[in-house]
């Protein structure tokens, strides 16, 4: 059996045939297609061209250097979740947010996300996705990048792939002790009462989300909580009956105005909801700006984070 046969082999064993062949499909039919496929037409990220344009304009007009400076000053945030539905042995569960990592290209932001990990308490961790630069060819080195964060974070992890990231990935994420959650779910359970956390496979580019096989299982009156790479669902999410929506995708702008006014913010979404956090009928949620970069290792009035969630029943 070659190594193609045997990845194929190990990941439809993990994730079932027809998911496993469809992401693998995709991704060979559009993987770094710049126009067309995924919830927006134009994807900067897939443009090599524009990768070098980008720092030859910063260098050009000299603020590259301080905005490379910029991404590795990694800020640990706080943000309080407080929803009526939440049992009472969770009062003050914590999460631990990671996202878009990009942790081949984001070397000095990985190695304060490290220092940064030793030093907090939590329940979980959550990572949203996004380990790898470039959204194809080798990712070896960023699988090396997040299993040096993965030996920082204690307790259990789970995970999310973004639209940087192959379904090839999974194995060797679940090697390092990630729950992957790709249309899946898991309970956590104290003094007898429980929480439902689910997470969805890339809804951005690739398409792989299924919120309905997600949720297939648990009561929807329950607390739950749906961790996905991209807010762009959260129409799906909130009418799914979730509570709180935890994701990242668009670093925030990661190039910003003053006053942390985003250019772009390479989605679909409502500016409103582009960062931090923010509420969609009765469900919470929150976008993390990320503790990496893409395409350009640089930020501008736009700080990388690492975000904790603390649950609380009352406000």
Known sequence: MTTNDEMLATLEKRLGRLHARQRLGIEKDHEAQVFGQGLNFFHIENL????????????????????ESNAAKVELRHNRIASPGLPQ??????????????????????RRVA????????????????????????????????ARICERVKGPIYGVLGNHDTICMVPALEQMGIRMLLNEW???????????????DDAHFYRMDNIEKATQGFPHDEFSILISHT???????????FNVLLSGHTHGGQICLPGGIPITLDS??????????????????????????????????????????HLHASP
């Open 48 to 67: 090599t061209l524009s990768h070098s344009m980008i720092r030859a304009i910063l260098m050009l007009t000299g603020v590259y250097w301080r905005g």
């Open 89 to 110: 042995p969770f009062e003050g569960f914590t999460i631990l947010q990671l996202s878009d990592l990009h942790a081949d290209m984001s070397g000095r932001a990985m």
């Open 115 to 146: 220092d940064l990990l030793g030093d907090i308490s939590y329940d979980i961790c959550v990572l949203t996705g996004d380990y790898r630069a470039k959204t194809f060819g080798p990712y070896a080195a960023a699988l090396a990048g997040t």
């Open 186 to 200: 898991e309970t956590i359970e104290r003094d007898g009462r429980r929480i439902h956390l689910a997470g969805i």
């Open 231 to 241: 807010p762009e669902i959260y129409r799906q999410a909130a009418h799914a009956d």
């Open 268 to 309: 679909t979404l409502p500016r409103s909801m582009g960062a931090g956090s923010w509420h969609y009928h009765d469900m919470i949620g929150y976008t993390s700006v990320g503790a990496g970069c893409a395409i350009v290792p640089v930020r501008f009035n736009c700080p990388p984070e690492i975000t904790l969630h």
